[in-house]
């Protein structure tokens, strides 16, 4: 008798089998996850790369607790995600997992740094508020509301907040899109300098190629489905990135 | 500060208009309810109060002539606490601005002017001094009515002895908070006098030395008090007494009762149909406010905050508006309630006040707020909490409109852009528009009803005064006359129309349920006085039978062809059984008819009359009223316009005075509601708005988009609201209705026409303030924040 298990390695901070996702039904159904299997390991950095609606936002939702796949399972750890209720996935989140969306989703009514504190307030383990805004450079923005700050400024208000929380996975949509170079490299040190002294496991999504440089490993996505996958034997610093 | 309850305060300053509004219909509901139960408590309080310091009798005992040595049988009467003897009987002042002598009463008072019971409160001037038997104290209504006052004199005739009096005060008695002329329904200040003197000069004038002609209990709480009043009876009857009855028979309290339990049903069935509307306003608003937050909801989710954090962050919001609109209310109903007490004060002639509030007033209120916007607020989050936070917040997901696309062709053929702009969010967010939609209805309805009691008040007045009455004077004989004396009526020169009339108190009674009141005999074709069907036609009365009035019917809970019991209290106080045999329209009153002849009959006392109703040659009046005056047998005189006048009073003083209040609250309410309509459109489309602005479209047209959508809207709310106002006014047009009047709730077009320009009117001017507003808004700040 063959029993199919599934080898529990412990140093895997996420493991996906299978997972699909189809929003609507029938004719206007649109499969944006089409049985994905993947497993990235704790500490790495990850970069997700694919053309627009091939699907990368919605695998970050699903592997951070937003979403759920239609079909498929999803591991944080030892802990199965597709099977958590609500509450569950809201204690995941709130204990373990820091976002940058794709959308700089700020509160406009609180400031930058109260923004920050949004998050810290929950959080078990948080650094300052104003000192993480100070990683990002925006040290002196902090009473600001995001309507007096830039769009790449609101970004780096976002990042701060997530990286505030120090959690164990942080997950980057398109973290440096509205960015120019220099400061979208002053971003990604912060989270590589995370990802160094914390060991946080980080997934990006983005569209600037050379990003993929600083990764330990590179998801190539299309059409739903990974395309390809390549480790970095040695990853860049993002101040030697080009883009 | 928590960041979130640091959002909560700037979210609600940001809101701070459409807080306002909500917080201004929640009070104004809670202030009507607060209000309404303050000063009905605090009515009640004030009388009982009234009662108690002047010691107002238990039990009042009339009796011809009893001697004094009586007293102290009836004081070892068990259950009785104290007994209190005095002299009584008619009067009848003369007024010089009158032309007929005004009736009145006289009463007794013990040498030093304090009884034991039924003492009086001196308003003006002194009590009368015992060493001069012709001063007296007035009624202080009655001589304010008739430009008297303390040190004039005043002429009048006690038993059959005219004389000089001298007024040398005047008081107030809880015995007398109402009066009326005899025989007539409505108070009248001016024709009821009530004259207080020393006991020993009144018992002169009557003849009643060493004796009494009235005697007041005050009985022990735990007494029963039929036995006592069996009791008193008993004593009395050798005396010519046996006619006793207790405080609530007696005919003041007994009116200032129906007064306030007119107030009081007024107060409990009103104000609901106020704090409904603004609880229903509070969850529309309030879902529309959290369906406007779901991105940050969204977010909040995603950050690892949990529903019941969440939950709560909202609900506080929602509870800081609920909160503090009910209690703003309550201060307001405070406020208003202590105004309108001390106008009710002045017409129910309290001397003093008491100001009590109903806390479960304020309970109710402030808990029906906080239920209803929970209630709004928990929906609207229970839809967002089932949404994966993913959902929640991608970025604002247009909505759907592809299903318009057929009419979309329509469209473009005849509508430009922004009409196609206005009509697509109206046809394509219809749980958004019908929430708007019914919530501009339930003000307008609130309008309508109130509108349509005011027709109603009208209406009452009309029915009663010029289709059920149509003569002009009302005489009353001393003592029931017979034929000849309406003859003699008939022969004075102007009276066109004479019709004798029978009156007696009787008691109706069917099984359980009974009402005492008084039976009206009229002639069998009654022109001036009459009993009409729902068609406005003449009742014929019948040969027997009686004709009842619907309140009456449905009080008795007897149909036409059942049998009830009269009891008359009066002549023979015969007990007859006859068929009730139609229905009458009464708007005043519970007036039971019969035919003169069978009352007559049953009463053994054929071709009398007790009154008649006259139609005058309005040229002769003068020559008529002197006429009247010279007839002996004329005990009274009422002129119709002064009737009218009097229960036209007493609408707008009594009972129905709140519904001024209520009818400016209603349309403050309205106003409220449309305005904070116009608001959230404003504040949903503040980002398209800008969009178009960006894209070159004007000022003008942009803001067209938005006064379109208010403006259809609107005109989606006027048959709506038409329909539920028309419903409505009938619950509220009941809960006006008392005892002594009912109001009809009135279909009239004209009405549904006012309360529909109410609501435009104020959507016009609350479409004025925002286009105000988009004038000035500045396009980048609209475009950078999410709404
Ligand atoms: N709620 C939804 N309903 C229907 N379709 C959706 C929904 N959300 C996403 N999609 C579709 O799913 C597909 C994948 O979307 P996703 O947002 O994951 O793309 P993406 O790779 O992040 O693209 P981009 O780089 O443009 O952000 C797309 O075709 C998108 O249109
Ligand atoms: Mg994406």
């Known amino acids: ?243 | 500060m928590s960041p979130l309850d640091k959002k909560l305060w700037r979210d609600l300053r940001r809101v701070k208009g459409q807080a306002a509004a909500i917080g201004l219909v929640i009070a104004l509901g809670v202030m009507m309810q607060v209000m309404m139960s303050g000063l009905v408590h605090s009515l009640q309080e004030t009388r009982a109060e009234y009662y108690e310091r002047y010691r107002l009798a238990d039990i009042f005992a009339p009796v011809l002539r009893a001697p004094n040595s009586v007293t102290p049988q009836l004081a070892a009467i068990e259950g009785v606490s104290r007994v209190e003897t005095r002299v009584t009987g008619m009067v009848l002042i003369d007024i010089p601005s009158r032309d007929l002598p005004v009736m009145g009463r006289a009463i007794s008072l013990p040498p030093g002017g304090d009884p034991g019971l039924n003492a009086i409160y001196m308003s003006t001037g002194r009590m009368f001094d015992a060493a001069h038997p012709e001063e007296i104290v007035l009624l202080d209504s009655f001589a304010e009515a008739n430009g008297l006052k303390a040190g004039d004199n005043l002429v009048a005739t006690i038993n059959g002895a005219q004389r000089q009096y001298r007024i040398v005060g005047t008081a107030r008695s809880p015995e007398y908070l109402y009066t009326t002329a005899p025989g007539e329904l409505v108070p009248d200040d001016a024709r009821f006098g009530v004259i207080w003197m020393n006991r020993d000069a009144l018992a002169a004038a009557y003849d009643m030395v060493g004796a009494f002609s009235e005697a007041l209990f005050a009985i022990n709480r735990d007494a029963t008090q039929a036995s006592v009043l069996q009791e008193i009876d008993r004593v009395l009857k050798p005396y010519g007494g046996g006619g006793a009855y207790g405080l609530e028979d007696q005919y003041s309290n007994r009116f200032v009762s129906e007064e306030m339990s007119g107030l009081e049903v007024s107060a409990s069935g009103v104000p609901p149909f106020f704090l409904a509307v603004a609880a229903f306003l509070l969850y529309i608003v309030i879902s529309r406010m959290v369906q406007a937050e779901r991105e940050e909801i969204g977010l909040m989710k995603a950050f690892g905050y949990r529903n019941r954090e969440v939950g709560w962050h909202y609900m506080k919001m929602v509870l800081v508006i609920a909160i503090g609109g009910a209690i703003a209310g309550c201060l307001i109903g405070i406020g208003t309630g202590r105004a309108m007490i001390n106008l009710y004060t002045m017409y129910f002639k309290f001397p003093f006040l008491v100001f009590v509030l109903d806390p479960t007033s304020f309970v109710s209120g402030v808990s029906v707020s906080i239920l209803s916007a929970s209630i709004g607020g928990l929906f609207v989050m229970r839809r967002i909490f089932r949404m994966a936070p993913a959902d929640a917040m991608r970025p604002p997901a247009p909505a759907d409109y592809s299903a318009a696309g057929q009419i979309g062709a329509w469209f473009a053929k005849y509508l430009d852009q922004p009409s196609r702009m206005v009509l697509r969010r109206v046809t394509r967010q219809p749980g958004r528009m019908m929430g708007a939609v019914l919530g501009i209805a339930a003000g307008m309805a609130l309008t309508l009803s109130m509108i349509t009691i005011y027709a109603g008040f009208e209406r009452t007045l009309d029915l009663t005064f010029t289709v059920v009455d149509r003569s002009d004077v009302t005489v009353g004989f001393a003592r029931p006359v017979g034929e000849d004396a309406i003859f003699a009526l008939r022969r004075i020169p102007g009276v066109e129309v004479v019709e004798p009339t029978r009156a007696v108190g009787a008691v109706l009674r069917n099984g359980r349920f009974s009402h005492q009141g008084a039976v009206t005999g009229l002639t069998v074709a009654p022109e001036l006085i009459r009993a009409i069907d729902s068609d406005y036609s003449t009742i014929e009365m019948p040969e027997s039978g009686i004709v009842l009035a619907k309140e009456l019917a449905d009080l008795l809970d007897i149909k036409p062809g059942e049998m009830l019991a009269v009891e008359v209290m009066g002549g023979r106080q015969p007990v007859v059984d006859v068929p009730v045999v139609a229905i009458a329209q009464s708007l005043l009153g519970a007036p039971a008819y019969m035919g003169m002849e069978a009352l007559n009959r049953a009463l053994g006392e054929p071709g009398l009359a007790s009154g008649a109703y006259l139609k005058i040659d309005k040229a002769f009046e003068q020559e008529i009223f002197a006429a009247l005056r010279d007839m002996p047998m004329i005990a009274g005189v009422s002129l119709k316009s002064e009737m009218r006048t009097a229960f036209e009073t007493l609408m707008n003083q009594g009972a129905g005075a709140t519904r001024y209040v209520m009818g400016l609250v209603a349309f403050i309410i309205t106003f409220g509601i449309v305005y904070n309509a116009a608001r959230v459109a404003q504040a949903e489309r503040a980002r398209d708005l800008a969009s178009l602005r960006v894209i070159g479209f004007h000022r003008g047209e942009t803001a067209f988009v938005l006064l379109g959508e208010l403006a259809v809207v609107t005109l989606l709310a006027l048959p709506v609201g038409s329909m539920i106002g028309h419903y409505m006014s009938f619950a509220v047009a009941e809960g006006f209705s008392t005892e002594l009047y009912q109001i009809p709730s009135l279909f009239l077009p004209e009405s549904h026409g006012y309360s529909a320009l109410v609501v435009i009117a104020a959507a016009l001017f609350s479409g004025w303030l925002v286009k105000r507003d988009l004038d000035r808004a500045d396009i980048t700040t609209a475009l950078k924040t999410r709404e």
């Open chain 1, 1 to 243: 008798m063959k029993i199919s298990s599934v080898p529990r390695n412990p140093n895997l901070a996420f493991r996906a089998k299978g997972l699909t996702k189809v929003y609507g039904e029938g004719r206007t159904a649109v499969h944006a996850l089409r049985g994905v299997d993947m497993e990235i390991p704790k500490g790495e950095i990850v970069v997700l790369l694919g053309p627009s609606g091939s699907g990368k936002s919605t695998l970050l939702n699903i592997l951070g607790g937003l979403d759920r796949p239609t079909e498929g399972t999803a591991h944080f750890t030892d802990q199965c995600l597709t099977d958590m209720d609500d509450s569950a996935l809201t204690l995941y989140r709130r204990n373990h997992v820091g976002f940058v969306f794709q959308f700089y989703n700020l509160m406009p009514s609180l400031t930058a740094e109260e923004n920050v504190e949004l998050v810290t307030e929950i959080a078990r383990n948080p650094m300052d508020a104003g000192k993480a805004l100070s990683l990002v450079g925006l040290g002196e923005r902090r009473h600001h509301f995001p309507a007096q700050l830039s769009g790449g400024e609101q970004q780096r208000v976002a990042i701060a907040r997530a990286v505030a929380k120090q959690p164990e996975v942080l997950f980057c949509d398109e973290p440096t899109g509205a960015l120019d170079s220099t400061t979208g490299r002053a971003v990604l040190r912060v989270l590589r300098d995370v990802n160094d002294r914390l060991g946080t496991t980080i997934l990006i999504v983005t569209h600037a190629a050379a990003t993929a440089a600083m990764a330990d490993r590179v998801i190539h996505f299309a059409d739903g489905g990974i395309r390809e996958i390549s480790t970095n034997k040695t990853r860049l610093d993002p101040e030697e990135l080009v883009w």
